[in-house]
């Protein structure tokens, strides 16, 4: 199944690997290959058999969607862009799912699609591409950071009637309400920025220019005046649908710890921030040990925090090996196993995702053979010890990370509860690529939409918030 139809071809494809000079390039390098029967069942070896099977399901499930949309607006030079992002989220009731019948069938409802979009008000945000100065800023750059901070910053992502919960609430709170930058974004000249509540904006002393909290973010440094500026679009998108899911979270934690407890999250994709946001993990991983201190504190679970990969180096990889991964069985994706099998080394760290990821990766087939590659939230609030000592210390560190970060007892009963999950919507969740339209489309869900309204949206349908 897995490389069938992407291996294929088109016709300009085979003949530049026909090429002599790819021919002679490609003999210099090394990819890793598909495994052999043989080499498959050795690596599948030390796959452990899944005994939690039957334990308790979350009582509800919240997925997200996002979609970047990029356009040349008309009557301009066609390289002037506008860029505009859409996010959706969902919320179902997984008792409700024994009362329905599903769907038989994987056709997703491109009505079903539309609607989920376009029910409520899904959370829209505009910025700046290509060739555009907003509010007169000097450049698009500026213009951009400005739209990011003014959009983060209102109530569009605030589930509540105030803005402790919206993106920049969530950012303050993760920094004990002091959020530090030492680099003017518009001059980069060094500065000590302290954005605090009511003053999340600054003045840079050396170029005047604003300087604002959700700067520390990065996701402007990619902007350029006449570049292309879709790939910064796309990273706000991504890094801003985990920050509105940590937003929720800490919403529902705040108001109502039990109920965040029977609560479980589904992210698309691996729990990991790439490009210049890249650091904002470090600011999730705090924040959801704080969560979980918080839960645990009062006597409850933690809520179930999981990302569902469908594509990438891992999913093929876990995909070929399929047949050969006993039924039932998991593996947690240790630093060895993904740098041997998975993907070459890419980054010279001794810690695989050090600068990325906020959760660990798992590969999970279910009693019905299907095959999963999920992450769950590290159980640390940090990967590295506060103070740096030297070079050597910090790499230890890196080293010790490494290995903790794949032990298993640490993530029980997380680990056991996402099996169940995945094994419970394991069609909706294999068949469609979109995790929250599948869902949608086969069971009853309420959009989530900004404001005060979600908490009594919710308890008129039953569910106590
Ligand atoms: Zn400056």
Request: hydrophobic share 40%.
């Amino acid at each position: 199944m897995p490389y069938s139809k992407e291996f294929a071809g088109k016709g300009g494809h085979i003949d530049l690997v026909k090429n002599p000079d790819v021919q002679n390039f490609l003999n210099e390098c090394e990819c890793l290959t598909q495994p052999s029967a043989e080499e498959a069942k050795k690596i599948t070896e030390d796959y452990v058999l899944w005994e939690g099977e039957g334990g308790k399901l979350p009582d509800y499930v919240v997925a997200s969607d996002a979609s970047p949309h990029k356009e040349a607006i008309s009557g301009l030079f066609p390289s002037t862009q506008i860029g505009y992002v859409k996010n959706s989220m969902i919320i179902i009731e997984v008792s409700e799912f024994d009362n329905l019948k599903p769907i038989n069938s994987n056709f997703v409802d491109p009505f079903k699609v539309a609607e989920l979009h376009r029910s409520g008000d899904p959370i829209s945000f505009t910025l700046p591409g290509c060739n555009v100065r907003y509010k007169g800023a000097e450049t698009v750059k500026d213009g951009f950071r400005m739209a990011v901070y003014e959009q983060l910053s209102d109530m569009r992502t605030s589930f509540t009637n105030d803005k402790n919960f919206n993106v920049v609430g969530t950012l303050l709170a993760i920094d004990n309400g002091e959020v530090e930058l030492e680099r003017c974004p518009a001059c980069g000249s060094q500065e000590e920025f302290k954005f605090k509540k009511n003053e999340e904006v600054q003045r840079c002393a050396v170029c005047e220019k604003d300087a604002y909290i959700t700067d520390v973010m990065r996701i402007h440094e990619q902007i350029s005046d006449l570049g292309d500026n879709g790939s910064a679009i796309t990273r706000f998108m991504n890094v801003v649908e985990h920050l509105i899911i940590a937003s929720f979270i800490r919403m529902v934690g705040y108001r109502d710890p039990s109920l965040l407890s029977r609560m479980a999250f589904i992210i698309d994709g691996p729990l990991a921030i790439f490009g210049q946001p890249a650091k904002v993990h470090t600011r999730l991983l705090r924040l959801y040990a704080k969560v979980r201190k918080h839960l645990v504190e009062k006597g409850y679970q933690p809520p179930l925090i999981i990302g569902i990969q469908k594509t990438g180096p891992a999913v093929e990889h876990a995909k070929a090996l399929s047949p050969y991964i006993p039924i039932g069985a998991f593996k947690v994706i240790d630093d060895e196993y993904r740098h041997k099998y998975i993907a070459a080394r890419s980054e010279a760290s001794t810690n695989f995702g050090h600068e990325t990821y906020y959760g660990q990766d798992f590969i999970f087939k279910t009693r019905n053979g299907k095959v999963f590659v999920f992450g769950l939230v590290y159980p640390f609030s940090k990967k590295m010890p506060s103070i740096a000592e030297d070079e050597e210390a910090l790499s230890n560190s890196k080293v010790r990370f490494s290995r903790e970060k794949v032990e298993i007892d640490l993530y029980r009963p997380q680990l056991t509860q996402a099996m169940n999950l995945i094994t419970h919507f394991e069609l909706e969740l294999y068949e469609n690529a979109i995790v929250p339209i599948a869902l949608a489309h086969r069971h009853a869900s309420i959009s989530l939409v900004p404001g005060g309204k979600v908490l009594d949206i919710l308890s008129k349908k039953g569910m106590n918030l």
